[in-house]
C-alpha cells in the first residue's frame, strides 16, 4: 500500500496494510527480512533508491514497519529504535545545555532513571510533576522548557492526564509535548491527534505483543520533525535490526484483535477485583470509580488490559504473584499471555523510595498485564488465591 494511500480505512485495515506491498520480484506476500548491513552501489556515491548505502541509515523491512506504525498513530514519519528508551531519548537529544524538560512524576522508573542520572550529565534539566495538575505544569514552566512529555494511562498507578490542554500549555510557551502511548496503544489512544507533536511507544509491549522482541517506535505530526529524528538515529546508532522490525511489523498485523481482547479482560478483571474483600483498590480507567474516568471516556477507545491493585502489605502481594499459575511473575507487559509484577520491588525499583510512596507505589502495589486469555479461567486463577 503506497505512502498515504490508507487514509480514510479502518484501523484494522491499516493495521494489516499500511507500509506494505508484496515484494517486487518474487510476489511474496510478507515483508522480507533484508538481514543485509550493506548495500552494492551502481557507482560511486549514487546508492541505489537514494539511501541504500547502508544498514544503520536505511533497511526496507524497517521501513515497512515506520510507515506502518505511522498510520496506525495518524502520522507523517515513523521512526524505530532498539527500545522505547532510546525513542525518548531521541526526543530529548534535539535539545541542548540549558534546556528545560518537564516530565510526568509517575512514568516508568527506566525514563525517570535515564532523565536524572544519564541526560542530566548534558546539561539538561528535568523537573516532575503530577500532570494531572494543569497548574502544576503551568508553575514548572520556564523560558528554558522545550519539552514535556508525559504517560497516559501512567505505568503503574493508571493515571490519565488531558492531552489537548497540555498540548495547548507546551505550545503557548514554545515547548512540544511528547505522550508515552505504551499502555493505551494506537488502537486506544492517537495523541497526535489530541495535539501532541510526538507519541511514542515501546514497541516491546502492545505493539509487537508476544513478548519476543525489544523495541520502541515512535510518530509526529510534522515532517521536519521526522526527519530530524531520523537524522538522530542515524547519527546515534540506536537502530532496530531487521528481524526485530519483521516480528513487530508482524504483531501490527493483528493488533485490534488483540486490543479488543485485551480490553475487555482488562475490564473484567478490575471490575472482579474492585469487588473483591482481599482488594484494598483497583487503579483502572474505565472504572466509574477512577478518579479520571470521564477524562479517559473522552480521550480514549478503550482501556486496555493493565490493572493496578494494592493488596494492602507487600507479604500479601508476594502470596499473591507467587501463586498463580496464569499470571506469571515477570516484568513488561502487553504480551499475549498475562503477567503480574510487584512495581515497588521490580519495574519501579530505581525510583526513590519517598517518591514512589507519595505517588501511591507502595510494597503492597500489584500491577497486572492481562492477556488474551479466557476470561474465566483469569478469574478462577485469581479467586484460587484471593480466596
Partial sequence: MSKGSHKGLGFGTRAVHAGVSPEPITGAIMTPIFQTSTYVQPAVGEPKGGSYDYGRTANPTREALEANFAALEN?????????????????????????????????????????????????????????????????????????????????????????????????????????????????????????????????????????????????????????????????SGAVPGPMDCWLTLRGTKTLHLRMRQHNANGLAIARYLEAHPAVDRVFYPGLASHPQHDLAVKQMRGFTGMVSVDVGTLERAKALTEHLQLFALAESLG???????????????????????AMGITPGLVRLSVGIEDEADLIDDLARVLG
Fill in 335 to 357: 504480551g499475549v499471555e498475562s503477567l503480574i509484577s510487584v512495581p515497588a520491588l521490580m519495574t519501579h525499583g530505581s525510583v526513590p523510595e519517598d517518591r514512589r510512596e
Fill in 75 to 235: 502520522g507523517v514519519q515513523g521512526v524505530a529504535f532498539a527500545s522505547g528508551l532510546a525513542a525518548i531519548e531521541a526526543i530529548v537529544k534535539r535539545l541542548s545545555a540549558g534546556d528545560h524538560v518537564i516530565s510526568e512524576e509517575n512514568t516508568y522508573g527506566g525514563t525517570t532513571r535515564m532523565f536524572n542520572h544519564v541526560l542530566s550529565r548534558f546539561g539538561i534539566e528535568f523537573s516532575f510533576v503530577d500532570t494531572r495538575d494543569l497548574d502544576a505544569i503551568s508553575a514548572a514552566l520556564r523560558p528554558s522548557t522545550k519539552l514535556i512529555h508525559v504517560e497516559t494511562p501512567t505505568n503503574p498507578m493508571m493515571r490519565i492526564c488531558d492531552i489537548p490542554a497540555i498540548a495547548e500549555l507546551a505550545h503557548s510557551a514554545g515547548a512540544l509535548l511528547s505522550v508515552d502511548n505504551t499502555f493505551a496503544s494506537p488502537y486506544n489512544q492517537n495523541p497526535l491527534d489530541l495535539g501532541a507533536d510526538f507519541t511514542v511507544h515501546s514497541s516491546t509491549k502492545y505493539i509487537n505483543g508476544h513478548s519476543d522482541v525489544i523495541g520502541g517506535l515512535l510518530a509526529v505530526r510534522d515532517q521536519e520533525l521526522g526527519d530530524e529524528l531520523m537524522f538522530i538515529r542515524k547519527s
